[in-house]
């Protein structure tokens, strides 16, 4: 089933529904003295017709309005409340609309979880009064509708009525207040700031949404998410239904107890599994509110890029050069022109002009609207997945700009002549170098045919990536588009698995180990070493050593008999039991897999360079559990250590099907004993031309587990 804009229609949960009653509200009551006045003389400054019902026991009118003392004596259940009262004052009135039906409300106090202590008891009694409504907070400022009409709103803002727009949800009032000031052109739809989220979280808000066929795009800015499994099923659907989400996380807190005895836990720090979330559920990230907002109207205009092929026009070197930094950076192609495009360009530019993308066209062509004309039209059939006309306006009020007029003229014909197909699939962008270098009347005029006004180089860059990054995911495969699931806490004592003991759990799962076995003593070292084949490596074989090269206790390409004997002489004084083990030759890379458990975010799986340079240099990716293989090779693509396992300057090749075998393999692992795994580092797992092998491992489970 398909709704009014086509997008697929799914279920919509009961919470969900309350907040889109909330939303779009019928009837309206606010609690309070002047911040409540403030809440509606908001409403009708923003057209909300509706009756508003003021509730208050000392005032007998507020902004005019007759007030009642209580809930009870309200004419109906409201669709939405405002309560701006003290904190236990607000308890007593949540619950008392609870009773009555009402759809939902935005609670404005502080002093709730936030400040600790009292508070969080507090809000616990706010949770339970709310029963099964909607609620905005506490601790935060409700939202406006500039769709229907509606604010639920404390304080001035700045948004406009609009038809169709994006929706931001963020749980900072203060940052909600300004992003409706913006001057960045974008047509918001919904603001909508939730504060302590204790009853309505980012998903539920997410999911009433994605029932409004006027909102094109959601963008996020979060503290933290408390439900990631509700959050990446919310994130999926949009997906699904064709609109996208654009997530700013702020903040670096621990999330959760970590675990320290492996290099994997260091490197999947929350920031991490933060990125991973949003890569795994087709969500754009961004790093500030410019980018947020670009992001958003790109997005608004043209939805989600098929891929980040870039044409660039400018009649400038330093802005065509400028563009083509900025693009590298987010991973933006910049392909040569097919030859027919090259051909009509050399036609209207002339000899003297050196036809490549980013394209500096020069400025002979200038006030010439039929040569420009023909000159954006070629570029704008090159093929590319966005195309970017840069063009920055003098400061004046003046209604005509001579000479920039008939750039954008001839840029509006050149892109209304192409098929509708073509320009959707190829969207034509305006882009300024800086943000105030683009008047309102042209941004305004942009949207109006379709073409995206974009402010700034570089936040128009991230937001092509952004919107590329999206389309990659919705055209994935449905594999590599599940959701999330909750991983329940492990049972018991965490134990360590000696190497041996890990490796072989390893091995049983179809990785690769090298050939090698325990001894009791110094002879019996040399003689499984004479036996498996010099040369060879003389570990400790302990429970209770994470890494051993800190500790002395291993020693690695031992060529003879004496030197297996020496070496085995010195471990075995410290640390009893020995490995012994082939030593693996040939590495064309050495790296580490592993796998950690977050009490959020479930399994993750980490993969990168390894050896002694794992933490130092920080080259890894990671993966939310499960995956696909089509990811793993994504995420090794995207390590700065790939070149060296396809050949780097002459040297051998790996067999890369081989090493997503590997790290699949420690992935299907993690899944079969999810129940127990606490975590696992591979490290290093040596690549050679042939073979992918396993050479250290450390695994720690619970004690519950089966192979303990």
Not at 77 to 97: H, N, Q
Not at 625 to 649: K, M, N, V, W, Y
Request: glycine content about 10%.
């Amino acid at each position: 089933m398909k709704d009014a804009a086509g997008r697929s229609a799914g279920r919509v949960s009961p919470h969900a529904q309350r907040v889109r009653r909330m939303l779009r509200p019928a009837t309206v009551a606010v609690a309070g003295g002047e911040v409540a006045a403030e809440v509606i003389r908001q409403c009708r400054a923003i057209g909300f017709r509706g009756p508003i019902w003021p509730i208050n026991n000392r005032e007998d009118r507020i902004e005019g309005i007759a007030t009642f003392a209580r809930v009870d004596d309200l004419p109906g259940a409201p669709d939405a409340s405002f309560l701006a009262v003290r904190p236990e004052s607000t308890i007593e009135l949540l619950g008392a609309l609870a009773r009555r039906g009402a759809g939902g409300a935005v609670c404005y106090a502080s002093g709730f979880a936030e400040a600790g202590g009292k508070g969080a008891a507090l809000q616990e009694r706010l949770v339970r009064a709310a029963g099964d409504m909607a609620v905005f907070g506490p601790n935060c400022y409700g939202f406006c509708n500039y769709l229907d009409g509606c604010a639920l709103w404390p304080d001035h803002q700045g948004g406009r009525r609009v038809e169709r727009g994006v929706a931001i949800i963020t749980q900072s009032g203060n940052i909600a207040l300004n992003l409706t000031m913006q001057r960045r052109h974008v047509p918001i739809a919904y603001m909508m700031s939730i504060g302590n989220k204790a009853v309505t979280d980012v998903h539920d808000c997410m999911d009433a949404l994605l029932t409004d066929p006027r909102v094109s795009a959601i963008g996020l800015h979060i503290e933290a998410l408390q439900d990631v499994p509700a959050f990446s099923r919310a994130a999926l659907a949009a997906l699904d239904r064709g609109v996208p989400i654009v997530a700013l996380k702020a903040g670096s807190s621990e999330i959760g107890a970590r675990l320290t005895a492996s290099h994997t836990s260091a490197l999947a720090g929350p920031e991490v599994l933060y990125a991973a979330l949003f890569e795994r559920v087709g969500v754009a990230r961004v790093h500030d509110l410019d980018e947020l907002l670009e992001t958003l109207k790109l997005l608004h205009v043209c939805g989600s890029l098929a891929g980040r092929r870039v044409s660039s026009l400018s009649c400038s070197g330093g802005d065509a050069s400028l563009m083509a930094d900025l693009g590298s950076r987010e991973r933006l192609e910049f392909p040569p022109f097919p030859a027919q495009v090259e051909a009509a360009l050399h036609d209207t530019l002339g000899e003297h002009v050196t036809i490549h993308n980013p394209l500096d066209y020069q400025t002979a062509i200038w006030g010439d609207e039929k040569a420009m004309t023909d000159c954006f039209g070629a570029v704008l059939r090159s093929g590319a997945d966005a195309n970017a006309l840069i063009l920055d306006f003098p400061n004046t009020d003046a209604d005509a700009i001579p000479g920039w007029d008939e750039v954008v003229d001839a840029y509006l014909a050149a892109d209304a002549r192409r098929e509708s197909t073509q320009r959707r699939n190829s969207p034509a962008l305006l882009v300024s170098s800086m943000a105030e270098l683009l008047p309102e009347t042209i941004a305004r005029r942009m949207l109006a045919a379709g073409v995206a006004p974009m402010q700034g180089l570089r936040e128009c860059t991230v937001a092509i990536a952004g919107a590329a990054a999206i389309g990659a995911r919705r055209a994935a495969s449905p594999e590599a588009r599940s959701p999330l699931a909750a991983l329940a806490a492990t049972r018991g004592r965490t134990l360590q698995l000696d190497e041996l003991a890990a490796k072989s759990a390893l091995a049983a799962h179809g990785l690769q180990v090298p050939k090698g076995g325990a001894a009791l003593g110094v002879e019996a070292a040399v003689e499984l070493a004479a036996a498996i084949g010099y040369p060879v490596v003389v570990k400790a074989l302990s429970a209770d050593l994470a890494h051993k090269s800190e500790f002395g206790a291993v020693r690695v390409n031992l060529g003879d008999a004496e030197a297996v004997r020496v070496a085995a002489t010195t471990i075995a004084s410290q640390h009893g039991v020995l490995l012994v083990e082939k030593m693996v030759t040939g590495a064309l890379l050495e790296m580490i897999v592993g796998v950690t458990r977050d009490a959020q975010f479930g399994l993750n799986l980490t993969f990168g360079a390894g050896g002694v340079w794992v933490e130092l240099l920080g080259d890894c990716a990671t993966l939310l559990l499960p995956t696909t293989r089509a990811d793993i090779e994504s995420g090794l693509r995207g390590l700065r250590c790939f070149p060296l396992l396809t050949g780097h300057r002459g040297t051998q090749s790996a067999d890369l099907e081989k090493v997503v075998d590997a790290i699949a393999a420690v992935g299907s692992f993690a899944l079969a004993h999810a129940d127990s795994l606490v975590e696992l580092d591979v490290n290093p797992f040596i690549v050679t031309a042939r073979e992918v092998v396993a050479v250290d491992a450390l695994l720690r489970v619970s004690e519950s587990s089966p192979l303990v």
